[in-house]
């Protein structure tokens, strides 16, 4: 009776190690340990669905999983820094505080300053937002731009592209810049402009009032780093 006892213990031991075997190699496969090799860091833009960072401090979203799976290809190293303006994050890249920057948008300026991976990361559409509440304007009706007033980031290509898009029309919008889309938002709520402009689909806690300009956006890194882009490659 001991033996079978001990048989049956010894298999038990034996299953729970082969269990556990296996859940530790599929999680470390899906965000690989390279701990050994030098950290590279990550630059993201916050977006929802897209980057995000939850309660307990773990990133989640398209582009995060994203750069997972090209770290797990590269074997690289790294570490993801969640940015909530485009401009802060191209000056910490510039100044060697991360080595590589998400959600980037092909400009001439930009091309002749940083490089580009050869591949987009996706394409992204922009958008028109205005409060959530405000029942002055429809989704896609460009006719109402005529007599609006739009803000955006300074440093953003978003409203190049949405003066593009209205001049399909035969409208040139009417633009305020800001130095960042905490600014937007608090001139839409004062009433200083009718609706905001943004790099991406939605705002979350505003309504979407027209989609345009569906881009490519891109991995970038400072000039000097070509071997880091032909890794990311």
Not at 6 to 11: D, E, G, N, P, T
Not at 37 to 53: H, M, N, Q, S
Not at 64 to 78: F, G, P, R, S, W
Not at 197 to 212: A, D, H
Request: hydrophobic fraction near 40%.
């Amino acid at each position: 009776m001991k033996k079978k006892l001990c048989f049956l213990a010894a298999l038990l031991l034996l299953m729970y190690g082969l269990f556990n075997y296996n859940v530790a190699t599929t999680l470390a496969g899906e965000h690989p340990d390279n701990s050994g090799k030098p950290r590279t860091r990550v630059g993201v833009i916050a977006l929802k669905d897209y980057a995000e960072k939850d309660m307990d401090g773990d990133y989640s979203g398209v582009n995060v999983e994203y750069a997972y799976k090209i770290a797990q290809y590269a074997n690289l190293n790294i570490e993801i820094v969640l940015y909530q303006s485009g401009k802060t994050a191209l000056e910490d890249l510039d100044t060697g505080r991360i080595d590589l920057m998400c959600n980037v948008v092909k400009t001439s300026a930009r091309e002749g300053k940083y490089l580009f991976t050869e591949q987009p990361v996706g394409r992204l559409a922009m958008c028109v937002f205005v409060r959530d509440h405000e029942d002055r304007f429809s989704f896609g009706n460009n006719k109402q731009f005529a007599n609006m007033t739009f803000g955006t980031e300074q440093f953003s290509t978003v409203g190049s592209l949405f003066t593009r898009f209205c001049g399909i029309y035969g409208d040139t919008p009417k633009i305020k810049t800001f130095p960042n889309l905490a600014q937007v938002k608090a001139a839409l709520e004062a009433g200083e402009i009718d609706a905001g402009l943004y790099g991406s689909p939605e705002v979350e806690g505003y309504r979407t009032i027209q989609n345009f300009a569906p881009i490519p956006y891109y991995f970038i890194c400072r000039a000097t780093e070509i071997k880091l882009k032909n890794h990311v490659d």
